[in-house]
């Protein structure tokens, strides 16, 4: 070997040791690895677990005039709202069969596993039922709200038909007797043929249907407790004879649109065999954030019951939804998803 060839050799060597010690030096003075806090372990596990009020809390449960339910009072904003995970505190929803024929009975079953991985037996009734079974199109149509039966195992089943072909989300809506407070966990199920979607309503303040004019007023609010009140009349007449359903006059159901995330409320008025209401029904309720809701109002009249579907923004200071002065003629919304009960 040459000596210009050592001595080029030699040199580069030399650089490439001075690059590697300044590489050194720089990342022992601002590695991020060693000089970040160590982030600080959540005390909660489950996807989804909510324990704060507003959110499936207990925080209403010794005032009177309200009843215990999902998303009553001052919810977290930052925290994640019921029907997101199919797993929490523990239990699990698990289907049984989760494809299906569109328009066409079927048996719809599943089970809810506890802690120890069986399917749990006992439960603690919450609006008069053991468990709530939701089942709506992700596109938010095909609205169906029933209660299936459970077997001496602990499956749950009942007669179903989906509306439509396409991703369907059920919502579990119960509780455990051996936990303290209701869960919502949620699963996508999958039924076959064209998936055609089916565009929200425009929000607003009226809604029809069966031949009922339902209004909507209030001033919902991002992560604050609003006032809704619903107002139901028939033929231009308010409906004064509503009938209890699952403990109340009304039962009411929010979905956030785009991931489906659930709020389950109640009006602060129970209601027991033999009483009439209406023809408002108020809610206390808090939308975590701003978005858009679609809202399901069950109502039960002349033996019946109906669900008025609405959609509303929600933004953070609050929009004032008020009703017209002059209500439209009733005609039935959604003709070609229908509402479901059992």
């Known amino acids: 070997m040459s000596r210009a060839v050592a001595l080029r050799l030699g040199a580069f060597a030399g650089a490439l040791a001075l690059a590697f010690a300044g590489a050194f030096a720089i990342g022992s003075a601002v590695d991020p690895v060693a000089a970040a806090d160590p982030a600080p372990k959540a005390e909660s596990t489950g996807m989804g677990e909510m324990d704060g009020p507003g959110m499936g809390g207990d925080e209403h449960a010794d005032e009177p005039g309200t009843e215990q339910g999902h998303g009553e009072g001052h919810g977290d904003p930052a925290a994640q709202p019921p029907g997101l995970a199919v797993s929490q505190s523990g239990y699990t929803l698990v289907p049984v069969t989760t494809f299906f024929q569109p328009k066409k009975q079927e048996t719809l079953r599943f089970a809810i596993h506890g802690p120890d991985g069986k399917p749990v037996t006992k439960y603690t009734a919450t609006h008069e039922k053991n468990l709530h079974l939701i089942a709506v199109r992700r596109d938010l149509s095909g609205f169906h709200h029933v209660h299936p039966t459970m077997a001496a195992d602990g499956t749950w089943s009942i007669p179903f038909t989906f509306t439509a072909g396409g991703t369907w989300r059920l919502y579990a809506d119960f509780q455990p007797a051996a936990l303290e407070k209701p869960l919502t966990l949620g699963t996508d199920v999958n039924v076959s043929g064209l998936y055609v979607p089916v565009p929200l309503n425009e929000p607003a303040a009226v809604s029809t249907i069966h031949g009922y004019v339902v209004t909507l007023a209030g001033k919902p609010a991002a992560g ?41 409320n109640h009006p602060a008025q129970t209601a027991k065999a033999g009483q009439k209401g209406g023809p408002g029904i108020s809610f206390g309720t808090t939308f975590p954030t701003a978005g858009t809701y679609s809202l399901f109002l069950d109502f039960q009249h002349a033996g019946a019951v109906h669900t008025a579907e609405f959609t509303v923004e929600v933004d953070a200071d609050g929009t004032e939804i008020v009703p ?15 509402h479901g009960h059992s």
């Open 224 to 264: 604050k407790e609003a006032e809704l009140t619903f107002t139901v009349t028939k033929d231009g007449k308010p409906v004064t004879d509503l009938q209890p359903y699952l403990g109340a006059f009304g039962h009411l159901v929010s979905l956030r649109s785009g991931d489906l995330a659930y709020l389950h």
């Open 324 to 338: 017209p002065t002059e209500l439209p003629r009733a005609t039935p919304t959604h003709a070609s998803t229908p």
